[in-house]
T-cell receptor, first 115, second 111 residues
């Protein structure tokens, strides 16, 4: 149990386009989901906390208009990178908190490359 | 911000125990210590967590000092597949249980 999926696993897009990444908890309900970004050879950086049915909370320095987060259901959160630029190229990872066990389970990540 | 410090890298011989240290000197009374690992280009994998007592599961053991200012993750019989970056994280219990990752320890298991 406690599987988190992400789609797509990798995406290449042109500069200026928007990209949507989905994060799903497959076998549990997640009241809270988290989005991270990881640059090569660096650690994970928390971007935002997403609670079902409410607005996401962004970490300092993360542009909320740039990274749109929607958490419409207890099993799905989406991250949209708007007007992507090459510097947005990164590994984006989501996690979901299973309230029953108060644990975070991570997705496999999405590799975004902006040309 | 991350509340933990870990060595950048460690080597371990295959079949031997790997002991990964972590300092969390500013930990608060209600904050848990979590360990995750990340194999290249994958999402982090949960290993173990604890509050103040030592913990053991099928993957590892977690030893937390009595003052809770440091801990050690023990992989009893390291294999080549245990080569990964290991993250020690103090969970922020007052703020949606957020995780702030530190730089982690790259464990190299060698034959």
């Amino acid at each position: 149990g406690a599987v988190v999926s992400q789609h797509p696993s990798w995406v290449i897009c042109k500069s200026g386009t928007s990209v949507k990444i989905e994060c799903r908890s497959l076998d549990f309900q997640a009241t809270t989901m988290f989005w991270y970004r990881q640059f090569p050879k660096q650690s994970l950086m928390l971007m935002a906390t997403s609670n079902e049915g409410s607005k996401a909370t962004y970490e300092q320095g993360v542009e909320k208009d740039k990274f749109l987060i929607n958490h419409a259901s207890l099993t799905l959160s989406t991250l949209t990178v708007t007007s992507a630029h090459p510097e947005d190229s990164s590994f984006y990872i989501c996690s979901a908190r299973w309230a029953l066990y108060n644990e975070q389970f991570f997705g496999p990540g999405t590799r975004l490359t902006v040309l | 911000d991350a509340k933990t410090t870990q060595p950048t890298s460690m080597d371990c011989a295959e079949g031997r125990a790997a002991n990964l240290p972590c300092n969390h000197s500013t930990i608060s009374g209600n904050e848990y210590v979590y360990w995750y690992r990340q194999i290249h280009s994958q999402g982090p994998q949960y290993i173990i967590h604890g509050l103040k007592n030592n913990e053991t599961n099928e993957m590892a053991s977690l030893i937390i000092t009595e003052d809770r200012k440091s801990s050690t993750l023990i992989l009893p019989h390291a294999t080549l597949r245990d080569t990964a970056v290991y993250y020690c994280i103090v969970r922020d219990g007052n703020n949606f249980n957020k995780f702030y990752f530190g730089s982690g320890t790259k464990l190299n298991v060698k034959p």
